[in-house]
């Protein structure tokens, strides 16, 4: 498979670093696909026709052996082909992709992931389907214990 849709490649979608580094396997299932599939037509190629631009994908699937060695859940929706990490790329801001997708699209769950009060690092976003939406907004804040999820404003 080239392509999970027009503008998200099958290598952005499973490509990681770490799992290359312990040489973790990263490949979905093809429910995974399903899933992925399903965030790519409903969140990102959305969004990319709204940017009429390039948007990074920083992290897409991740399996439960990755997951863990990131410090993640393995319950996270990466494992689930359901979630999605990205990243502007030009002229338009991560503030300005996170509030487009919080006015404009249905999803699971949207995350302003650390950064400033003008814009986040990254955006995680997720889609599991109409109905089980959850339409949930959070802002990722660190502390001395770690990353706090905080309800956003």
Same mark, same amino acid.
């Given at each position: 498979?080239?392509?999970? #849709?027009? @503008?998200?490649?099958?290598?952005?979608?499973?490509?990681?670093?770490?799992? %290359? *580094?312990?040489?973790? =396997?990263?490949?979905?299932?093809?429910?995974?696909?399903?899933?992925?599939?399903?965030?790519?037509?409903?969140?990102?190629?959305?969004?990319?026709?709204?940017?009429?631009?390039?948007?990074?994908?920083?992290?897409?699937?991740?399996?439960?052996?990755?997951?863990?060695?990131?410090?993640?859940?393995?319950? #996270?929706? @990466?494992?689930?082909?359901?979630?999605?990490?990205?990243?502007?790329?030009? %002229? *338009?801001?991560?503030? =300005?992709?996170?509030?487009?997708?919080?006015?404009?699209?249905?999803?699971?769950?949207?995350?302003?992931?650390?950064?400033?009060?003008?814009?986040?690092?990254?955006?995680?976003?997720?889609?599991?389907?109409?109905?089980?939406?959850?339409?949930?907004?959070?802002?990722?804040?660190?502390?001395?214990?770690?990353?706090?999820?905080?309800?956003?404003?």
């Amino acid at each position: 498979m080239a392509y999970i #849709s027009e @503008h998200i490649s099958w290598n952005e979608a499973v490509k990681s670093k770490t799992a %290359e *580094k312990y040489e973790i =396997e990263n490949i979905p299932d093809q429910d995974q696909i399903k899933n992925m599939k399903l965030v790519a037509k409903n969140i990102f190629e959305p969004l990319r026709l709204w940017a009429n631009e390039p948007i990074r994908v920083n992290s897409f699937f991740r399996s439960p052996e990755l997951c863990l060695k990131l410090k993640s859940k393995i319950t #996270s929706q @990466h494992t689930k082909g359901q979630a999605i990490d990205i990243d502007a790329m030009g %002229e *338009k801001s991560n503030a =300005e992709l996170f509030e487009y997708i919080k006015d404009n699209l249905s999803f699971d769950q949207l995350i302003w992931e650390h950064g400033t009060e003008l814009s986040p690092d990254w955006i995680h976003v997720s889609w599991v389907s109409p109905n089980g939406n959850r339409n949930r907004i959070l802002k990722a804040v660190k502390t001395s214990k770690g990353t706090k999820y905080e309800l956003y404003d």
